[in-house]
């Protein structure tokens, strides 16, 4: 089949990956001028390290990742209130657990693709029809092209979705949090292999040193409503919402005008009754965006990719039957996570000073290891099985 995939994040290069391997000619645009870097830190196991593994990326992944050794909780002077231990969720998972910068994880997914992959950058979808034999697809720089069935992996912001389904308030349940992310070379202090967070009423701030004396920070704050599309005022508005908060916050935001990349949107989730319609199917983001706050969306994306090419294979190119037997065994488990992020604002971004003590204890909590251990069993085991792949 030809096939578009619009989206070189996660999911699409993981779809593209699996559609070749089934013997897809394959097209995959991204809007993006070059592929893109920075952006945050994401754990990443489970499911989707498994599908990884199935790639041969398990080797690249755990070179280019990182093993965190500590998690500690600051107060208003940065004094030290509470440890966690990280280094325990990978030995409920076998070893099979990091932290990756999510640009070095879509990088790497793109890599492992051969050269039947057809890659047009700076590119996006600006109009389809969908003649049920086949969709016709308008961009807004190339040639038009006629594929047997489109993917949208565009994101949180999906412009195939937008095509396909409607506007994008139809399906986006924000969260009232905005996520900023941007990185530094040269900050101090440096705390290797060591998450730094601070909390504040309405606000959390996170750093962690990466290689090459580089820091990211991972800001995250309380915000109802749009977000700015001019760079300054992105900034303006991450001083104004990050001032109240302490620790080292303050040397933080002074960092902004040097930041190599500025990451920043909502947290919010996308939730659809069906991820298809015709020959157009969305995923990752795009289809079922858990936010930021609910972790695994990298390796959610990878399970989706995997299991939609499982699902072609399986039922001989009907897509009909395809994506409808993707969704179904897929949606337990994104709906679990989903739901589990609607309450998981009180640690990103505590409403009141009483949601404040009550994240600062369960932090506390989280040091104690019976405590953690309980947690850590439960929240790592992911409610689906991978299948083989067709044949093997």
């Given at each position: 089949?030809?096939?578009?995939?619009?989206?070189?994040?996660?999911?699409?290069?993981?779809?593209?990956?699996?559609?070749?391997?089934?013997?897809?000619?394959?097209?995959?645009?991204?809007?993006?001028?070059?592929?893109?870097?920075?952006g945050?830190?994401?754990?990443f196991?489970g499911?989707?390290?498994?599908?990884?593994?199935?790639?041969?990326?398990?080797?690249?992944?755990?070179?280019?990742?990182?093993?965190?050794?500590?998690?500690?909780?600051?107060?208003?002077?940065?004094?030290?209130?509470?440890?966690?231990?990280?280094?325990?969720?990978?030995?409920?998972?076998?070893?099979?657990?990091i932290?990756?910068?999510?640009?070095?994880?879509?990088?790497?997914?793109?890599?492992?693709?051969?050269?039947?992959?057809?890659?047009?950058?700076?590119?996006?979808?600006?109009?389809?029809?969908?003649?049920?034999?086949?969709?016709?697809?308008?961009?807004?720089?190339?040639?038009?092209?006629?594929?047997?069935?489109?993917?949208g992996?565009?994101?949180?912001?999906?412009?195939?979705?937008?095509?396909?389904?409607?506007?994008e308030?139809?399906?986006?349940?924000?969260?009232?949090?905005?996520?900023?992310?941007f990185?530094?070379?040269?900050?101090?202090p440096?705390?290797?292999?060591?998450?730094?967070?601070?909390?504040?009423?309405?606000?959390?701030?996170?750093?962690?040193?990466?290689?090459?004396?580089?820091?990211?920070?991972?800001l995250?704050?309380?915000?109802?409503?749009?977000?700015?599309?001019?760079?300054?005022?992105?900034?303006?508005?991450?001083?104004?919402?990050?001032?109240?908060?302490?620790?080292?916050?303050?040397?933080?935001?002074?960092?902004?005008?040097?930041?190599?990349?500025?990451?920043?949107?909502?947290?919010?989730?996308?939730?659809?009754?069906s991820?298809?319609?015709?020959?157009?199917?969305?995923?990752?983001?795009?289809?079922?965006?858990?936010?930021?706050?609910?972790?695994?969306?990298?390796?959610?994306?990878?399970v989706?990719?995997?299991m939609?090419?499982?699902?072609?294979?399986?039922?001989?190119?009907?897509?009909?039957?395809?994506?409808?037997?993707?969704?179904?065994?897929?949606?337990?488990?994104v709906?679990?996570?989903?739901?589990?992020?609607?309450?998981?604002?009180t640690?990103?971004a505590?409403?009141?000073?009483?949601?404040l003590?009550?994240?600062?204890t369960?932090?506390?909590?989280?040091?104690?290891?019976?405590?953690?251990?309980?947690?850590?069993?439960?929240?790592?085991?992911?409610?689906?099985?991978?299948?083989?792949?067709?044949?093997?």
């Amino acid at each position: 089949m030809k096939t578009l995939i619009v989206g070189a994040g996660i999911a699409g290069p993981a779809l593209a990956y699996w559609l070749r391997r089934a013997g897809h000619e394959v097209t995959l645009v991204e809007k993006a001028p070059e592929l893109r870097s920075g952006g945050y830190l994401i754990d990443f196991w489970g499911a989707g390290f498994e599908i990884a593994d199935a790639m041969g990326l398990a080797p690249r992944l755990l070179d280019e990742g990182y093993v965190l050794s500590e998690a500690r909780d600051v107060d208003d002077e940065g004094r030290v209130r509470a440890t966690v231990d990280p280094t325990r969720l990978a030995g409920f998972v076998g070893g099979r657990y990091i932290s990756i910068v999510r640009s070095a994880l879509a990088r790497a997914l793109y890599e492992s693709l051969d050269d039947g992959v057809e890659l047009i950058l700076g590119d996006t979808v600006a109009a389809m029809a969908d003649r049920g034999t086949h969709v016709d697809v308008e961009f807004t720089h190339s040639a038009p092209g006629r594929f047997d069935l489109v993917f949208g992996a565009d994101g949180l912001h999906s412009r195939v979705r937008e095509l396909a389904f409607g506007p994008e308030r139809q399906f986006e349940h924000e969260l009232g949090i905005a996520v900023a992310a941007f990185d530094v070379p040269g900050y101090r202090p440096r705390d290797e292999l060591t998450a730094v967070m601070h909390a504040a009423v309405g606000s959390q701030t996170v750093r962690v040193a990466l290689r090459d004396d580089v820091t990211l920070f991972l800001l995250t704050f309380r915000h109802d409503g749009p977000l700015p599309d001019d760079i300054e005022a992105q900034r303006q508005l991450v001083r104004v919402a990050m001032a109240h908060s302490g620790a080292d916050t303050p040397r933080i935001l002074a960092e902004l005008p040097h930041a190599r990349t500025l990451y920043l949107d909502r947290a919010s989730q996308i939730r659809m009754p069906s991820w298809s319609r015709g020959r157009v199917a969305l995923l990752g983001d795009a289809a079922a965006c858990p936010s930021l706050l609910a972790g695994q969306g990298a390796a959610l994306a990878m399970v989706e990719a995997y299991m939609l090419a499982v699902e072609l294979v399986h039922n001989a190119g009907d897509h009909t039957a395809a994506f409808e037997a993707a969704q179904r065994g897929l949606m337990p488990m994104v709906v679990a996570k989903q739901n589990g992020a609607r309450g998981l604002g009180t640690a990103f971004a505590p409403r009141t000073r009483g949601k404040l003590r009550l994240r600062n204890t369960l932090f506390r909590l989280m040091g104690m290891r019976p405590v953690a251990d309980l947690v850590m069993g439960r929240s790592l085991r992911d409610p689906i099985e991978v299948p083989a792949w067709p044949g093997e």
